[in-house]
């Protein structure tokens, strides 16, 4: 009898994690041509989420900020999964460490 009650607890903290991730708002982001596309992303604030970025150049990138303190080399032709936050409102900017000069966004949470 114990032991059914352990399993019945464990389904249910698993459901409850599954049901805690799948309600994570998720955010696209493409490189291309050593641009982020889209330039700004308007997410909610004090809220965790979920960035997807597409690298479509044939190069690799990393997408860096300092005031997200996320770094993440992304390689060409592949994807990445960065989640940020909860976030106080504001502006946070974020850069391609191999391109800076062209390679510029910012997550902007209101």
Do not use: C
Not at 33 to 59: A, C, G
Not at 70 to 97: C, D
């Amino acid at each position: 009898m114990i032991r059914f009650y352990k399993g019945l607890f464990f389904a249910a903290s698993l459901g409850f994690a599954v049901a805690a991730v799948a309600r994570t708002p998720v955010f696209e982001l493409e490189i291309r041509d050593h641009l982020f596309v889209p330039e700004e992303l308007v997410i909610p604030p004090n809220t965790k989420v979920k960035l997807v970025v597409y690298n479509r150049d044939s190069t690799p990138e990393e997408f860096e900020s300092y005031e997200l303190n996320r770094e993440k080399v992304i390689l060409g032709g592949s994807k990445a999964n960065i989640f940020i936050g909860p976030l106080a409102p504001g502006v946070y900017p974020f850069f391609g460490e191999f391109n800076p000069r062209t390679a510029q966004g910012r997550v902007i949470v209101e």
